[in-house]
C-alpha cells in the first residue's frame, strides 16, 4: 500500500495485481486445469468454437458473480437478503457447506494426489492418509490467518503457479503434441454449446460466492475500509482473474485439440495432460504436472477455507481460528474416503445447487430495475429450486422419480432443464412487478 487518507487506505498497482493474482489462484482449482484440455482433445478442429463456449460459462459466469458480490459488499447474505431471513440463511449455509468441508474442499486433497503423487510412488490408503495430512497442515498454515492471504497467495505463491503454467501453456502453442484432430460428431454439431456445458461444469460462479467475502475481507486487512473502494478493486480483481483464466483455458484448448495423437484413448483431462507433458518434456513433466495440480488445488482450498470460516465465525458467534481449525480436520476426515466416494455424493448436490447460484447473480446484477425485490426474486428462486432438485435427482440416478414432463425440457440432458422455466417465471414476475406492485416490499422484515 502506498498513500493513506484517515479513513481509508488505497492500493498501488502492485497491490491491485498481487489481489488479482490471488483471485486468479482461488479460482483455478484441478477441475479448471483438466476440463479444458478434454474438451479440447473432443473438439478436435472446432476448438475455437467449443473454447467460446466455454469462455462464457467458465469466466464470464464467475466474473459476473464477483461484480455482483462486490457492489453488495462481498457476502452472500446481502445477495440473498431479498428471500427473507430465514431462506437467506439456509441457502447460504448450504452453498458454504458444499463448496468446504462437505465436498469441495476434501476433493482438492484426493485430486492432487492422484493426479499429483500417484504417478510417482502408486496409489494406496496409507499414501492419501500421509499426503493429505500434509496437505491440510499447510491448508491450515495459510487459512489460520485471513489478513495475510494476499501477501502468501498472491505475492508469494500464485507467481510460481503463473510460472509453472506459462511454461504448460507455452508448451502447448509452440511446441503442439501433433496437428489439431478431427472432432466428435457431438462437436461437429455443436461444438460451442458443448463447450458452454463445459464451462458450466466447472461451478465457479458457486465459488465466486465464496471467495467475493475472501476478496472483500482481504482488502479490509490491508485497510481499505470504503465500501467504493472495496467494490472498485474487487472488480478489478475479478477482471485480472478473468483475463488470467482466458489465456490458461485457451492455452488448454489447443493443447488437448492437438493431443489426439498421443491421447486418443485418455478417459479425462488429467491422463490427458499426464501423456502430454511426458511426451514433451519427459519424466520432468510429470513433476511439472505435480506442481500445477498441486498449488491450483492448495489455493483453491485455502479460500473456500477461509471463505467457510469468515461466514460461519460471524454466523455462529464463534472465534474464527476455531471455526477454520474445525474444517480443516472435517475435510481432511472426509477426503480420506476417496475420490471416487466424494464425487458421487457431491455431483447431485452442487448440480442442484449450481443453479440457484446463476439465478441469484443474475437477479442481483437487475436488482435497480425491480419495484419489489421479494416478488421477483422468491419466485423466480423457487421455481429454479424445484427444476434444480430434479437435475440433481436424475444425476444422483434417481429417473425414475421424475416426472417425464422434467425430461422432455430443453438441455435436461446437460442439467439445465431448469433455464427456460426459470427464464419464463423470471419474465413473468418481472410484468407483474412492473405493472402491479406499486411499491418496493420490505423483505428486510419477512
Known sequence: MNTTTATSSRFSGRDVFALGFM?????????????????????????WQAALGFLITGVGLPLLTVVALARVGGGITALTQPLGKVASVVLAVAVYL??????????????????????????????????????????????????????????????????????LGGAAFFK???????????????????????????????????????????????????????????????????IGLSAVYLSLFYLGATSQGIASEAQNGGQILALYVQHVFGPIGNLLLAVVIALACLTTAVGLLVACGEFFSELLKVAYKYVVIFFVVFSWLVSNQGLEQLI????????????????????????????????????????????????GLVV???????PEMFNRLPLAEQQMGWLLPASIVLLLLACVDRYLAPTQIDYTKT
Open 23 to 47: 483471485t486468479f489462484a482461488l479460482f483455478l482449482g484441478a477441475g479448471n486445469i483438466i476440463f479444458p484440455a478434454e474438451s479440447g482433445l473432443a473438439a478436435g478442429y472446432t476448438v
Open 98 to 167: 458444499a463448496i468446504g468441508p462437505f465436498f469441495a474442499t476434501p476433493r482438492t486433497a484426493v485430486v492432487s494426489y492422484e493426479i499429483g503423487v500417484v504417478p510417482f510412488f502408486g496409489n494406496s490408503n496409507s499414501g492419501l492418509l500421509i499426503y493429505s495430512t500434509v496437505y491440510f497442515a499447510l491448508v491450515l498454515y495459510l487459512a489460520i490467518t485471513p489478513n495475510k492471504i494476499i501477501d502468501r497467495i498472491g505475492t508469494l505463491i500464485t507467481p510460481i503457479l503463473l510460472l509453472a503454467l506459462t511454461v
Open 344 to 391: 458421487k455424493i457431491s455431483i447431485p448436490v452442487l448440480t442442484g445447487l449450481y443453479p440457484l447460484a446463476i439465478v441469484l447473480v443474475v437477479l442481483s446484477l437487475l436488482d435497480r430495475y425491480w419495484r419489489s425485490s421479494a416478488l421477483v426474486f422468491r419466485g423466480t428462486m423457487l421455481v429454479t429450486l424445484i427444476f434444480g432438485v430434479v437435475d
Open 176 to 242: 503442439p503434441a501433433g496437428s489439431v484432430g478431427q472432432a466428435l460428431a457431438i462437436y461437429q454439431q455443436e461444438a460451442f454449446l458443448q463447450g458452454f456445458l463445459h464451462g458450466y461444469l466447472t461451478m465457479d460462479a458457486l465459488g465466486a460466492l465464496a471467495f467475493g467475502v475472501v476478496i472483500a475481507s482481504a482488502l479490509r486487512s490491508k485497510g481499505v475500509q470504503s465500501e467504493r473502494l472495496v467494490t472498485r478493486y474487487s472488480i478489478y480483481a475479478g477482471l485480472i482473474a478473468a
Open 396 to 402: 444422483a440416478g434417481f429417473s425414475a422419480w421424475v
